[in-house]
């Protein structure tokens, strides 16, 4: 007879890992099924560099804030189908042991409290099934297991955090272009799941790859910082390779099993209880492509959204020497809860310490204007010098949570027979006014003195925050999960990740995906 | 060997075998081309960075020309020839090097089918070096870098001001 575990975790990035602790620390028999193989990114950072920089290697680390080079290291990228080409979602989530948590940039925002009750603050969207007080505590604990570096207090924040470390230092750059953008745009220190000491000591060391991969660990990862402890457990399984296609209910309201790929061929796991953390995008090919009950089938995938972006390219007066300190810093958060968000939806701005549009730094700028324009002499150094004063700030805002845009399946299956998402997503009124807005506000910043020009150099869907399709809520019309994350219909299925989000905030959602996570395994009707 | 705009003397070929091939350093070690006026105009030329700095550069050539290889230092010498002996027929009878003078020559190198290849990939290989040196991390982030040997760019100081002085 095959065996039946305790828990089951489908997916291993931060919300599998954080679930896996909790259980395997009880003692309880877990297994963990990833549809990625396991990788290790390179020890040597060079690997991953451009092409470019190996003629450059004893220069200075920088520049390096892609995903270029680390994509080799993911053999089974995911795949979607848009059907609009306006506000296009790009998937960016990744396959793997620690899966996107790998590879990401350690922004760790809170939402704001009244992101959770836009319907009663502003009249739209749905309010969430509980208040940020009571994710707080939840929040505490993120923070101290992700190790954030933030500042103490903000202005206009007037919550506690629980940051570990003291929020890295602005960057010279962020302080020159900070005199210029205020008053509307106040920049504070952003919160980083990055430990802020010194380089030697396991710190940041200020690389610029932190996306691909800290050199120094600094930056946190649920496979080296979570995994890594109690991987040698022996009540921990963990089956790299091995897709989840299905969740099998039973007629008792529970769920009794999955269907995984593994070694080639089908294959069912039991589990006492199931833990779905396989990111929103997955979470909902899993969900669509199961046998589950209509009420709960109707909801899925519904109100799918993400976070809006806008990148401007912003060139001043004076050089700013880019590409000095981490890759970013600051953000302006001061117009997230703007005095008309009763029509405009909540954004703010973030300031890179890099131009996306020349390769960052003047480094990367002088390779670029002369590999692939053939500058050379004084307009070489000329142009490398106006590329100095040129960087990248990125509007970043909320989206509707509209209902009429959803995940459904494709037609189109993967190699294990599962149906890529298709993602029918366009944007709504308020959307479209907030977008005009930020057109509007680049334009004046144009205007501002000290700034010489402000180009939008792109804008989109952002493709790593995928957001809402199985809402938290408390009544089982409306949602498809509980507060705890428990499904309605299944009493032993709880589905981690942003699909619970009832309003994207203008936040990063990593620290509330982690959040929930905690909350839902916090949950005391789990028991054994 | 006669004849041809890739013309090199037998002198020249010998110290091109011998600093170049034998050791990377040697080109510079012997001091000879750093010597020649022609080098330090071909260098400004397209390096216009102001006296000073350029000889900081050309202090640190020997060093990087160690990190690159043999074939791309044949090629920026073999470029270096083909320069000093275009500017001595163009202008060599005047006593002053004007930058317009040196770039006009380079100007010609590139355009010149025969040997535009050549000519810009010595000219990659002297800026890529020009990435490497000391002289490039001061213009870049006004100061030079924090811990010689350790990855880091500026960690104790990438908020502070920086030295104008040294962008000028």
Redesign the interface.
Known sequence: MKKTYDVCIIGSGITGTLAAEHFVRQGLDVLMVERGKEFYLPDKPEEYWHEEWK??S?????SRNTWNGAEKHFDDLVEIENTRKEFAFHYNMKYGIGGSGAVWSGASWRLTPEDFKTRTLFGYGSDWPFSYEELSPFYDRVEEIFFTSGPKSIPDWPWRNNYKYPAF????L??VVGDHLAPEFILTPSPFSVRNE???EGG?????TCVTKC?ANARFRPDLHILQKIINKQNLKILPGTPCLSINPDKKGTIASITVWNNGKPETIKSKYFFLAANTIENLRILLNSDLSPSMTSQLGLGFASHGTMVLSITMEE?L?V???RPTTSSAINTLNHPARKSLNSFMLEIWNLDFTIGS???AA??NL??KE?H???T??QKTREA?SRFAAVFIFEMEMRRQNRITLSHVKDQFGLPLAKVDFSPGERDRLTFRHLQRTAENLGKKSGIKDVRISGYGLNGNHPLGGYRAGSNPDASVVDPWMRSHHYRNLYILGGGAFSSTGALNPTHTIAALTLKALSDKRISF | MRGGCLQITRRNFLKTMVTLSLSGCGLLSSHDLLKEREFKYFIESLLPLGQEKIETFQSELPSLLLKIGTSKKRELLETYILFRKRYLKAYGKKTAFTLEDGEAVISKMLSDNRVSHMVNSALDSLYFMFLRSRTRDVISWGRPVSKPGFRCLYWEDYDKPVRVQDDK
């Open positions: 003629f450059t004893d220069a200075p680390l920088i230092k602005q960057s010279y962020d302080k010194p380089p030697l940041c060391v200020g690389a610029k050199p050089r020497y590409g000095r300190g730094a003047p480094h002088l390779i002369r590999k053939r050379w002499g004084r070489l150094l100095d």
